[in-house]
Structure formats: structure tokens, C-alpha cells
């Protein structure tokens, strides 16, 4: 049941919506009206993202043990009912369903005042801070590209980056099954010329994936170790299908320099031990995103630099 004052709170934040709706269509530019609406978009889509990194690991995890169990003549597992709609959101520690209202982006999470509203445990902090940051985010993309084509495509990549990033934080994997929409969606959004050129996202994506097999492959001839999975792979020839080839060589260095630094400094702080697997599409991502926004200024800036021009 939602007390009176929680109560009192929700239908006060609904007038409010509705009056700055109603303000915003009749003194709005619609660029500014746009980037309203992907605000708002952004934190419902921040809330499902949560679901999505915290149970797709698990059903997949699930699902592995059920074609083991297959693959050894074993008895099979007990089947998990986990999806991403099933079961109801709940609370961790007493295992409490959530009411819709409590499920609000960010105004759940005040409601609640960051505890669930039946065993008190403390809600984590990175679950309203993922619903704020992939609103904000979808509200810049509105408020810079407006309701033009290209801004859907940027909000698919945004999302997807999203996923793939924190799922390999958590988890140290990265989904088959995001990685390959990655990869179709950047050539159907390349189809339009939306980032690239399609010939160059074609070759971006192939050599994506042989680029960094082969430095898989190196790694393990010099040193008798994996240093890259095969999920790295497959991130890569999804964002050369996005960004094209010209920007791989920036996305997997300045990757490379980010994994290498922050690893040390973590090791340094021993935060972490120095043999532990250390997930890396975190930092292609965010070096994609640099591409994206400053790759050619980067790479102008390059050329010019190596000539003796600058």
C-alpha cells in the first residue's frame, strides 16, 4: 500500500508533468520539446536497462546449465521461470514485489527514500544513477539532433552500448545476443549513410573481428594466455559496422591505453589482484564514444602532427 504522503507526492509530480507539457506546446521550440520527450523515454528505457543487465547473465547462465545437463546424459536442472518480464520486479533481500508506483524512474526511488518499503534494506544507488545518466543522455541526442532519423539510430547505439558495457562490468561477458544486434543494426543504420558509408561499415565489421582475433591470437602465442574473449570480438566488428574502419585504430587504442591505466592504478590501489580478468568492452565502449563525438578531429589532428604540419 502507498501511504498518504507518497500518495500526495505522485499525483503533485503528475500535475506538474502535465502543466510542463502543456507549457512546453505552447512555448517550446520543438527541438527543446523533443529533448523533453527523450528525457522522459530515457529514464523509463534506464529502468529497464537495470532488468536487463541484473537477469539477462542469469537466464543465459540457466540456460548453459541446461545444455550441459543435455550435452552429459545429466539430470536437468530445475527449470528457472527467469525472464526479463517474469518474475515482478522485487527486493533482493526479502524478495518483496514491487508496486507499480515504486517502479516510478527516479521518483520510486525518493519515495522510497532508498529502502525497500519492507525489510528497510539500503536500494542501491546505481539503479536511479543508470535511469538519470540514459536520460540525459537520450535528452542531449533530441536536444542536438532533433526528431531526425538519425537521432532514433543514436538512441538504439546509446542503448545497446549501455547494456553491453555494465553487463561486462557485472559479469564479464558480453551477450551473444546484444553484440549481434549490434552488429545488423549499425549496417541497416548504415544503409541510410547514417555514420558511415555502407562499404565502410561492411569493412569496418569484418575487420573489426579479424583485427582483434588476430591480437588474441598473438597474445596467446607470446604469452600461453586469453587475453581477449571472444565477446571482444564481436564488440568491435559491431562498432566498425556502426562507426566504419577509419575509426577502429582510435577505438582500440585509446581502448587499450584505458584498460591499461586503469588496471594499473587499480592493482596499484590493490583493488584488485594483478592475474584477475579485468573486463574490456567497458573501455572500447567508452572509446567508441570518443570516436564518435572527436574521431576525425582526433585523427585530423594526427595526420597533421606525423606529417610535421602542426
Not at 4 to 25: E, P, Q, V, Y
Not at 268 to 280: E, G, N, Y
Request: proline share 5%.
Amino acid at each position: 500500500m502507498i501511504d498518504r504522503k507518497s500518495a500526495l507526492l505522485i499525483g503533485s509530480a503528475s500535475i506538474a508533468l502535465t502543466a510542463l507539457f502543456a507549457w512546453l506546446s505552447q512555448n517550446a521550440t520543438l527541438a527543446i520539446q523533443f529533448a523533453v520527450v527523450l528525457l522522459i523515454l530515457g529514464l523509463l528505457l534506464g529502468s529497464f536497462l537495470n532488468v536487463l543487465v541484473y537477469r539477462l547473465p542469469k537466464m543465459m547462465e540457466s540456460a548453459w546449465r541446461r545444455e550441459c545437463a543435455e550435452a552429459t546424459n545429466q539430470p536437468a536442472p530445475p527449470l528457472e521461470t527467469l525472464t526479463l518480464s517474469r518474475p515482478r520486479s522485487h527486493c533482493p533481500a526479502c524478495h518483496a514485489s514491487l508496486a507499480g508506483w515504486q517502479l516510478i524512474p527516479l521518483l520510486g526511488y525518493l519515495l522510497l527514500r532508498g529502502r525497500c518499503a519492507r525489510c528497510a534494506a539500503r536500494i542501491s544507488l546505481r539503479y536511479p544513477l543508470i535511469e538519470l545518466g540514459v536520460g540525459l543522455a537520450f535528452c542531449c541526442i533530441g536536444w542536438h539532433l532533433g526528431p531526425h532519423p538519425i537521432a532514433a539510430a543514436c538512441l538504439v547505439l546509446v542503448f545497446l552500448l549501455s547494456a553491453l558495457a555494465l553487463i561486462d562490468l557485472d559479469a564479464k561477458l558480453l551477450p551473444d545476443s546484444l553484440t549481434q544486434a549490434l552488429l545488423w543494426l549499425g549496417l541497416i543504420a548504415n544503409l541510410f549513410h547514417a555514420f558511415a558509408p555502407l562499404q565502410d561499415a561492411v569493412i569496418g565489421a569484418i575487420a573489426g573481428y579479424s583485427l582483434m582475433r588476430t591480437i588474441a591470437a598473438l597474445f596467446r602465442w607470446s604469452t600461453g594466455l586469453d587475453g581477449l574473449g571472444a565477446g571482444d570480438f564481436k564488440l568491435v566488428a559491431g562498432l566498425g559496422a556502426w562507426l566504419g574502419w577509419q575509426q577502429l585504430p582510435l577505438i582500440v587504442g585509446l581502448g587499450a591505453i584505458s584498460s591499461a591505466l586503469t588496471g594499473g592504478a587499480l592493482i596499484a590501489l590493490r583493488k584488485i589482484d594483478s592475474h584477475a580478468p579485468q573486463p574490456f568492452g567497458p573501455h572500447l565502449i567508452g572509446a567508441a564514444a570518443v570516436a564518435l563525438f572527436w574521431g576525425n578531429e582526433i585523427a585530423a589532428w594526427y595526420l597533421k602532427t606525423a606529417l610535421g604540419q602542426g
